[in-house]
């Protein structure tokens, strides 16, 4: 698995920020390198990102910090009244059973790899399931029947060849599906 293509977080770009004033302070770049090199960090999304503005100093390797387990082909998460909630890196299998009576199940994939097409089944009685899904993700849930739940999908149908597609199957009896991209923070609004 490729690491480089996992997403970052604040503080990866913090640490690598930190890098460069460090390089500034011991007259390895100038001040106009530092501003330079710190846009492309705080605009980076990947370890791969971060490469380019610390490849020509010292100790510079770019590694993400937690080591992602292998992947499994298939896992069940099950939850009778209780919450399973999955963010970060994490290893996504191929294929994704959940199923919950009365609690939640809440995963979010968008700072790990995804496998291309993604295998969901879902079984969620009284409770609820939330895919969060990184930019370019689609989700095909017409297999999906409802009784008295509901299913709600903000992502596209279709592939769009830009990130993974979830085909999803199983049932939503008078619980919730609800499959969405991550919503925006105060700093996305701003920016």
Do not use: C
């Amino acid at each position: 698995m490729d690491g480089g293509n996992l997403r970052i977080s604040d503080a990866d770009r913090e640490a690598a920020a930190q890098r460069l004033h460090t390089a500034m302070a011991e007259g390895r770049i100038t001040l106009d390198e530092l501003e330079e090199r710190l846009t492309v960090v705080y605009a980076a999304k990947t370890f791969a990102d971060l490469e380019p503005p610390l490849a020509d100093l010292p100790g510079a390797a770019v590694a993400p910090s937690v080591a992602v387990p292998a992947r499994k082909e298939s896992v069940h998460l099950n939850t009778e009244m209780g919450s399973i909630k999955r963010t970060g890196a994490w290893a996504v299998p191929r294929q994704l059973r959940l199923t919950t009576s009365m609690g939640s199940i809440h995963l979010d994939l968008t700072e790990t790899q995804v496998p291309a097409d993604l295998q969901v089944d879902v079984s969620t009685g009284m409770g609820s399931v939330t895919l969060v899904l990184p930019p370019g993700g689609s989700a095909d849930v017409d297999g999906v029947k409802t009784s008295w739940g509901s299913v709600s999908t903000k992502v596209p149908h279709t592939p769009t060849g830009r990130g993974p597609h979830l085909v999803v199957t199983g049932s939503a009896g008078m619980g919730s599906l609800t499959i969405r991209y991550a919503r925006k923070g105060l700093k996305e609004w701003f920016t």
